[in-house]
């Protein structure tokens, strides 16, 4: 049977999904590749880094023309995320050759998509805790950290360019806006996801027809979401994101089906309750934003 239908849909929901909230490339996608299209993982990584090296620019332009970038965030990432992004792709044989590398990687991914759930979870926190401001000034070390951490996490899973990395800058970074997060991160994640991307091609483990199939469905997708991201609320596609991820990381842990949706039934739940207790407290709901002089 021919699936590749079902790539091109499942990229542009991953597209819209990276463009409104800057989370959800490898980490939907590279699971979407293994979990239901049995897509060898070593593949799916390299695959999945291609695309998102067409997608990424795309939704950083759209952000550029809205003025949402840190550029000088940016400047701080990238010195430690472009060479350990690189270096990601040869730790792979770290984890092991053949059918061990396979099962390894599994793991590894899983384990990122739970650290991604997590994340989510912070970031939603942190959202109610702290108050965006028009200009937060940018943290050396904190963000080079940041940038090794996340370009080695990238280069060896694809997964994280958006999902850990904006809650690592939400954590460092706590009064930046919710757009501002998410275009910097589109643009960071450009030349370390080329870093990674070059580097599982020179190991071998790029489909370029994969990596085209997905990108029929993810350029749409991606556009889609990027415009929207500056004035739509993205609370509720992040928790389905994060319900999504949870699901997902826990099959490639093998966990039973029946606790693995116990897991994502109580997640929702909590977004749910969360969502309630919001709406019963009006007070708490954030001012408009004032309108900004010259605009």
């Known amino acids: 049977m021919d699936f590749s239908w079902l790539l091109v849909l499942a990229g542009a929901l991953v597209g819209f999904s990276v463009g409104l909230t800057g989370m959800g490339g490898g980490a939907l996608m590279t699971p979407i590749m293994v979990i239901l299209f049995g897509i060898n993982p070593t593949t799916a990584v390299g695959s999945d880094l291609t695309a998102s090296l067409v997608m990424k620019p795309i939704g950083a332009a759209v952000h550029h023309t809205t003025r949402t970038i840190r550029w000088d965030i940016v400047r701080w990432l ?18 092991g050759h053949g059918d061990p590398l396979q099962h390894h990687l599994r793991l590894a991914i899983g384990t990122a998509l739970l650290l991604a759930v997590l994340g989510i979870l912070a970031r939603a926190l942190l959202g109610r805790r702290t108050t965006e401001t028009p200009h937060t000034q940018a943290r050396p070390v904190p963000t080079l950290i940041i940038g090794l951490t996340g370009g080695l996490i ?5 997964v994280g360019s958006g999902s850990l990395i904006i809650v690592m800058l939400m954590l460092t970074h706590p009064r930046l806006r919710a757009n501002e997060l998410v275009g910097t991160d589109l643009v960071q994640a450009i030349p370390m996801v080329a870093a990674a991307a070059l580097g599982h091609l020179i190991v071998g483990d790029t489909s370029f027809g994969l990596a085209g199939t997905v990108l029929i469905g993810a350029i749409p997708g991606i556009i889609a979401g990027s415009l929207l991201s500056a004035r739509a609320p993205s609370a509720f596609l992040r928790w389905t994101l994060a319900i999504l991820l949870l ?3 826990l099959a490639l842990w093998h966990i039973p ?13 909590l977004a749910l309750a969360r969502a309630g207790i919001r709406r019963a407290m009006p007070g708490r709901r954030p001012q408009p934003e004032p309108a900004r002089s010259g605009s």
């Not at 990238?78 to 984890?95: N, R, V």
């Not at 990238?154 to 694809?158: A, E, F, H, Q, Y």
């Open 78 to 95: 990238l010195p430690t995320a472009i060479p350990a992004a690189f270096a990601g792709a040869f730790a792979l044989p770290l984890l």
């Open 154 to 158: 990238v280069g060896v899973t694809s």
């Open 247 to 249: 699901g997902s990381g």
């Open 257 to 269: 089906t029946p606790a693995a949706l116990i897991s994502c039934a109580t997640l929702a739940i």
